[in-house]
């Protein structure tokens, strides 16, 4: 399969990483999902988001492989991140989701770019998974 690209080039936008990566998938044949999870909003939409369930630092995208294999990947931009940079609470709270999943029996990864993201989900499909039951 080629390789895609995010839009931008080497270095994109976490957006067109996004983009990249969803391409990938339906070319794959592969469900994914994206959590609109980040951004800024209004205070009021925000407390809003959160009483329905919005969680901070949950995973940008969910996977579904069959059969009945979820996996979580947190997708960054394509760049080095600074010490400062992945001490923020943000960074904490995906931290925290991943170590919880992981530590649940899921699959979870913070990916940096959309080609660290598709060789994650090609690992996880590539893996012997027998002991799940439908």
């Known amino acids: 399969m080629r390789r895609l690209k995010p839009r931008t080039g080497k270095t994109g936008l976490e957006k067109h990483e996004q983009g990249a990566l969803k391409r990938w998938c339906d070319l794959s044949k592969i469900e994914m999902v994206h959590i609109p999870n980040e951004g800024k909003r209004r205070i009021q939409h ?36 600074t010490a400062s940079e992945q001490k923020t609470q943000t960074w904490r709270n995906q931290q925290a989701w991943l170590d919880w999943l992981n530590s649940n029996g899921y699959a979870a990864k913070r990916c940096f770019g959309c080609q660290d993201a598709i060789n994650f989900i090609n690992t996880q499909k590539s893996l012997n998974h027998d002991n799940i039951t439908a």
């Open 46 to 81: 925000l407390v809003e988001l959160l009483e329905q369930g919005l969680r901070p630092g949950f995973p940008d995208v969910i996977v579904f492989l069959p059969p009945a294999r979820t996996i979580f990947i947190e997708l960054k931009q394509s760049r080095n991140y």
